[in-house]
Structures are given as C-alpha cells and as structure tokens.
C-alpha cells in the first residue's frame, strides 16, 4: 500500500469453513497486496441463532504462515483473560520465530457477551489481567520510556519466564484495542497502534463517529508519554455498501458508495490522523474490489 497507510484485512472465517479453505484465501488477500491479515479471538460466535466454533487464532496464523511470505499476521483482538500474560509472550515470541517477523499482536480485554460469561470475569478483572499481560510485555521487549503499567515488583518468575521466551526475538508491533477513557489511556502508555472502537458498555448501539475518533485520538495523544513517537491509530471498516452515507460522520465502520465516493471518505479518516485501517469480511470479490477500484484512487 502507501508508507503513511496500512490497509489490512480482518478475517473471520465462515461458519464451517475448513481450514484449507481459509489458507487459500489468505493467499489470494497477499496477493491483491493487503498489508496485513488479522484473526478474530472469540470462543464462538453467532450463526442463523446458533453458536458456532471459531478456530484458535495462534494455531491458525502458525499455519497461515506456511503459505504466505510477505503479508502481516496478526490477531485482532486476542482475548486476553482466555490465556496467562507469559503464556501470549511465548506464542507472541513463537510467531514472531514461525512467521519471520510478520506476527502482530493485538490484545484487547473483551466485549462479545458470549464470551464474557464463559469467562465468568469482571470487568475490573479483566482489566488487571490486561494490565499484567501489557507490563510483562513491555519487559519482554521494552518500548520507547518503557512505561510503567502497574508492575507487581514480586512478579520475579513471571519476569524471568518471558524474558527468556522473547531473548534474541524482535518485538512484535503491539496492537491494543481500546474504547472508553482508561482503556485509551492504558493504550497511550503502550501500544505502538491504538485500535479506536466504542466502549463495552455501548457496543450494541454505538458507532463511531467523527466526533468521538477525533476525541479518541486527542486524549491517547494527550495521555502518550512525550518521548514515544506519535501513536498510530487504527479503524475498522465493517461494511462496504454500494449507497454512500447520507451522512459521512456518523459511522466510521461504514464506507460505501461508488470508488470515488469511497476513496473521498477514506482520505477523510487519513487527514483526521488513522494511519491504519482494516477491511471485516471474508468476501474475496469485495476485497479485490476494494483494492482495485478504491485504494489505486487513494495512493494516486
């Protein structure tokens, strides 16, 4: 794509599709030239009223990997409180190995209901387990001021065990998805991309607008420490419909309309200050349109 944007994809294989089936079409997505593609972590999800599985996304990106040779692999978002902070370290660490440096770790703490009551957490437990995760990742692979994110001084072995796993390993890019106040300012303190999206509390019904990406961006930079280079920002692009918005600002997940409509709307999150977008579908025609028709107008 272009130096100053990343266009991924955001993969979430369909219900029953097999694994073979999800390798080919991670081909196809390097081959139309995607930066990145992404997995989503969720334990199931819904399909016609009924749960289904969604594979393990570190076991699919280790097989992704075999097939691909350019494309970022990542996770978007791995659902924290499923796994031990040394135990993200070590697959983070494996991947980067397996993938040659391509893995991207995105974390989040969670928001899909189903998988919060399997977890049976709180949302101020899950909280402290990102915040673990987060600080013994930064000590794995320290970052621009190594900021401190609440390390519990007597965390010795854990401390040992990812300093081992990650030595000699180049620091996967970190990715931190983030909605609300604290969530964004835990994100400002040690992501290298901000992944912008509603809060928990209002996923049902929020969208993103404008107005509260801006507001977004303007507290992660306010909160970032000064000596880290500017946060990149992330946005999600959930639906491409064929009829532009008939308001623009009032839902960045949205970007329709014909090539020139789109590649206008586009350029308008880039000036606002997102370096990084990513494309939610498994539709390969869409995808190549996408990339043929809207992005060629873009880079021009």
Do not use: K
Not at 129 to 135: A, D, G, K, P, Y
Not at 255 to 278: D, H, K, N, T, W
């Amino acid at each position: 794509m272009t130096p100053s944007l990343r266009i991924g994809v955001q993969y979430t294989p369909h219900a029953d599709q097999n694994i073979s089936s999800i390798v080919r079409a991670a081909v196809e997505i390097e081959a139309m030239g995607y930066d990145t593609i992404s997995l989503p972590d969720h334990l199931t999800r819904a399909d016609g009223g009924r749960p289904v599985a969604l594979p393990d996304p570190v076991a699919l990106l280790a097989r992704l990997a075999a097939d691909t040779r350019t494309i970022g692999l990542g996770t978007m978002t791995l659902l924290d409180a499923l796994r031990h902070p040394a135990q993200i370290v070590r697959s983070a660490a494996t991947l980067q190995r397996i993938t040659s440096g391509r893995f991207e770790l995105g974390l989040g703490a969670g928001w899909l209901g189903s998988d919060l009551a399997v977890l049976g957490e709180t949302a101020q437990a899950r909280m402290s387990t990102l915040i673990r995760t987060l600080t013994l990742l930064r000590h794995a692979w320290p970052g621009p001021g190594s900021p401190d994110t609440g390390e519990d001084a007597d965390d010795v072995e854990a401390r040992a065990a990812v300093a081992a796993n990650a030595a000699g390993v180049p620091a996967p890019a970190l990715v931190v998805a983030a909605g609300g106040p604290r969530m964004l300012r835990l994100a400002a303190a040690t992501a290298d991309v901000v992944a912008l999206t509603v809060p928990t509390w209002d996923r049902a019904t929020g969208r993103p607008t404008a107005a509260s990406v801006a507001a977004q961006m303007d507290l992660v930079r306010r909160a970032s420490p000064p000596e880290w280079p500017a946060p990149v920002f992330h946005l999600q692009i959930r639906d491409m419909p064929t009829a532009a918005p008939t308001d623009p600002e009032a839902d960045w997940w949205l970007l329709g309309g014909s090539p020139a409509e789109a590649a206008e709307a586009l350029r308008g999150r880039i000036e606002a200050g997102v370096g990084y977008l990513s494309v939610c579908t498994n539709d390969l025609h869409a995808l190549r349109r996408f990339a043929d028709t809207v992005l060629p107008l873009v880079m021009s």
